[in-house]
């Protein structure tokens, strides 16, 4: 158990429908982070929440959509997404955000991910 | 932008015997971190190193950075099962960038 979880952990959804991931994390900390993680290809950042304002999109399409209500929640919006999109998605934490300064308060804790298949 | 090359792909060992996975940057390296995966799941921190020459250890594993070769070394000594998994490193890009970008991982397979 990191402190991290994620909802639901599978989900099956077509192309036409709409469904939110879900992140919580129970550690106090104010950055949170959508990841998406392809079969054979790196870990890719997709968002970046820092104290609940977005301060990072890594160029994803709008069919994707974050919302971040408070530090400790954050949601990943779905809607008309493609097969391609197929993919373990990562949400993860910590105390401050990578890059601020270098130390132990920007290690990332992640949750255990959901696997979302896009039919 | 910054790439990590994380080598080998995969890695197939006998129970007891050591190992080592590199990850090299084509950037300059400001830190990094080295995560443990397991199929389908998230990841599980390991080690994070910060300046050249670093060298960390943790119960059997041990991560040394080199700064000037742009490159992080992960050895296992005495591998055993429970060892096995996706290793991946991570790298701050820099710039005060909030982004960490990865390598694609090395997936340990320990043989009883």
């Known amino acids: 158990e990191t402190g991290v979880t994620q909802t639901p952990r599978h989900l099956v959804m077509g192309m036409t429908n709409k469904k939110s991931l879900k992140c919580e994390q129970h550690l106090g900390h104010n950055a949170m982070y959508w990841y998406k993680q392809s079969a054979k290809k790196p870990l890719e950042l997709m968002f970046v929440?820092?104290?609940?304002?977005?301060?990072e999109n890594n160029s994803v399409p709008s069919r994707f959509s974050p919302e971040c209500p408070n530090s400790s929640h954050l949601f990943l919006h779905l809607h008309t997404l493609q097969p391609e999109d197929s993919a373990l998605y990562l949400c993860?934490?910590?105390?401050?955000?990578?890059?601020?300064?270098?130390?132990?308060?920007?290690?990332?804790?992640f949750g255990p991910g959901t696997r979302l298949t896009v039919l | 932008s910054q790439e990590l090359e994380q080598s080998p792909q995969s890695l197939i060992v006998q129970e007891g015997k050591n190992l080592t996975i590199n990850c090299t940057s084509s950037?300059?390296?400001?830190?990094l971190y080295w995560y443990k995966q397991k199929y389908g799941e998230g990841l599980i921190f390991l080690m994070m190193l910060q300046k050249g020459g670093e060298e960390k250890s943790h119960e059997k594993i041990t991560a040394k950075l080199d700064e000037k070769k742009q490159q992080s070394s992960l050895h296992i000594t005495a591998s055993q099962p429970s060892h096995a998994g996706i290793y991946l490193c991570?790298?701050?890009?820099?710039?005060?960038?909030?982004?960490?970008?990865f390598g694609k991982g090395t997936k340990l397979t320990v043989n009883p």
């Open positions: 929440y820092n104290f609940k304002e977005q301060t």
């Open positions: 993860a934490s910590s105390q401050e955000p990578s890059g601020t300064r270098w130390s132990s308060y920007n290690e990332q804790f």
């Open positions: 991570g790298a701050d890009v820099g710039g005060g960038s909030e982004k960490l970008v």
């Open positions: 950037k300059t390296l400001y830190g």
